[in-house]
T-cell receptor, first 113, second 117 residues
Framework: AQTVTQSQPEMSVQEAETVTLSCTYD???????LFWYKQPPSRQMILVIR??????QNATENRFSVNFQKAAKSFSLKISDSQLGDAAMYFC??????????FGAGTRLTVKP | GAVVSQHPSWVICKSGTSVKIECRSL??????MFWYRQFPKQSLMLMAT?????????EQGVEKDKFLINHASLTLSTLTVTSAHPEDSSFYIC?????????????FGPGTRLLVL
């Protein structure tokens, strides 16, 4: 079964600094997608970034980028120039063509002014 | 991004009553919709997957007779919590999958907070 592990329950970053959130996953499949979702206090799940496993290039979305290491099954999220609005729960998620989306336990990010 | 709406956002009901939650994809057609449950400070737990026009597939441990799911059209799925009890109090989130934007992505509704008294 596919599992997603986020080993950092909580992280803290100073405003304008950079922070990296870790995620590892376990799978025997070769074709899959990886996601990072943000859940602010409103609890609305917001897609931050998506990575297709067949793509070697790391996905980027403005201040958000990933470090996708397929062999190591690692998918970390880097947030640059952190802003107060980045404070939220961040969930790493995995989905393959044959299975539904599975989420990690989440990392609560605090941004200090 | 694609928009998914959920209604109601808040519902308080008495124990023993049934509650229906609607999930709509507003600007796209979703062949597959998902229902999740989230307890405070926990991750999302998949309850069931529904495909338009067919019966929902429930995850292990989820009572299909208690959580009725209907996916009547490509833009609407409903979750009915039948004979609700206080332990059903939770945050319910729906999600719809689309192939737009160059790849399959799931978009989430804003969630429904259910409190059963």
């Amino acid at each position: 079964a596919q599992t997603v592990t986020q080993s950092q329950p909580e992280m803290s970053v100073q405003e304008a600094e950079t922070v990296t959130l870790s995620c590892t996953y376990d799978t025997s499949e070769s074709d899959y997608y990886l996601f990072w979702y943000k859940q602010p206090p409103s609890r609305q799940m917001i897609l931050v970034i998506r990575q297709e496993a067949y793509k070697q290039q790391n996905a980027t979305e403005n201040r958000f980028s990933v470090n996708f290491q397929k062999a190591a099954k690692s998918f970390s999220l880097k947030i640059s120039d952190s802003q107060l609005g980045d404070a939220a729960m961040y969930f790493c998620a995995y989905r393959s063509a044959y299975n539904d989306m599975r989420f990690g336990a989440g990392t609560r990010l605090t941004v200090k002014p | 991004g694609a928009v998914v709406s959920q209604h109601p956002s808040w519902v308080i009901c008495k124990s023993g009553t049934s509650v229906k939650i609607e999930c709509r994809s507003l600007d796209f057609q979703a062949t597959t919709m998902f229902w999740y449950r989230q307890f405070p400070k926990q991750s999302l737990m998949l309850m069931a997957t529904s495909n338009e026009g067919s019966k929902a597939t429930y995850e292990q441990g989820v009572e299909k007779d208690k959580f009725l799911i209907n996916h009547a059209s490509l833009t609407l799925s409903t979750l009915t919590v039948t004979s609700a009890h206080p332990e059903d109090s939770s945050f319910y989130i729906c999600s719809a999958r689309t192939s737009r934007s160059g790849g399959e992505t799931q978009y989430f509704g804003p969630g429904t907070r259910l409190l059963v008294l």
